[in-house]
């Protein structure tokens, strides 16, 4: 097990596998670990460097604390950090989900000076909803469906500091169904939305999610709900050669908000995949391997004046 130290003197794990003269970061989604990618990059590992960390509150970083209010500073503070403690320049960069939040969030703050190339996976550039935007997190449920974790927060908060154990059951009950719900946006698949309801069931879901620090779930989705995670207005500042892999299906951020980041970002590629929806890897896995073994191939020299195409190319059926 590979462990790098932190600002604040947190130990946050990583995985490092692979051999090549490339580097390529991964970062998981909301309730993942940094496991999911394993099956999914072992094929290329024979000449790509695979730096895979668990975020802070997840996987094996799970009891690490936060020492800041936004979830998303603090994971891109944690990037940056593994990136300086590995002394890492020039990597390809690409993030699922919150990951994607953590790497546009780690953009605002330090830039994309050391990725050479980011694979941004199903995430709209919006979280929040408002009056000229409607496609942020769970596209036209968001405001009945954050209402309903509101109520449960407050609830919950009121026993922080308390051992898991310590809660009282039914609240426990609430917390999994609603969690089960909100995973139930990620997948398009009647059979994955099945596997998704697993999380009601207390027993399953805590060998994925520990709760050894419960609270950081109750963080991220309060950070969701009240920090700023809006990166419109610095899309046009990405200079690095991005890819939009976009589940046609998604119910957690719908299409559209994707296309808009694809037209503002330049030299964007877009990638809609149809029958797909928000955990592209595991609706998608072999359009998710081409795309991936694509975006880390080395990529020839264009002429200045050549600008990539951007928008909607035809659908790729998974």
Not at 39 to 64: M, Y
Not at 290 to 308: I, S, V
Request: aromatic share 10%.
């Amino acid at each position: 097990m590979s462990y790098a130290q932190m600002r604040d003197g947190a130990r946050l794990h990583y995985l490092s596998f692979g051999r090549g003269p490339d580097v390529c970061v991964l970062l998981h989604g909301f309730a993942m670990n940094a496991a999911m990618w394993v099956p999914f990059v072992a094929p290329l590992a024979h000449r790509v460097r695979f730096i895979i960390p668990d975020l802070r509150g997840f996987g094996r970083s799970h009891k690490l604390p936060l020492h800041q209010r936004s979830i998303l500073d603090q994971h891109a503070d944690d990037l940056h950090d593994l990136l300086d403690a590995l002394n890492l320049h020039d990597v390809h960069l690409g993030g699922l989900s919150m990951g994607a939040c953590t790497a546009l969030q780690y953009q605002r703050r330090y830039g994309f000076g050391r990725i050479r190339a980011y694979l941004h996976m199903d995430q709209a550039p919006c979280v929040l909803n408002g009056p000229d935007w409607n496609h942020g997190l769970l596209g036209d449920d968001q405001e009945s469906q954050l209402g309903m974790w509101r109520d449960l927060l407050l609830e919950l908060e009121s026993h922080r500091g308390k051992p898991y154990g310590k809660l009282p059951r039914t609240l426990r009950k609430r917390m999994w169904a609603g969690l089960a719900q909100f995973t139930s946006y990620a997948f398009h698949h009647r059979g994955m939305r099945a596997i998704g309801n697993l999380a009601r069931h207390e027993r399953l879901i805590r060998r994925v999610a520990p709760t050894a620090n419960w609270p950081i779930y109750l963080d991220c989705l309060r950070s969701y709900m009240e920090d700023d995670y809006d990166w419109r207005p610095g899309l046009a500042q990405i200079k690095t050669p991005t890819t939009l892999l976009i589940g046609l299906q998604s119910r957690m951020y719908p299409a559209p908000g994707q296309f808009y980041m694809a037209k503002q970002v330049p030299h964007a590629r877009a990638v809609p995949i149809d029958n797909c929806g928000h955990v592209i890897p595991f609706e998608a896995p072999r359009v998710f391997l081409r795309e991936l073994n694509r975006f880390l191939a080395p990529a020839p020299a264009l002429p200045r004046t050549r600008r990539a195409r951007i928008g909607a190319p035809r659908a790729t059926t998974a």
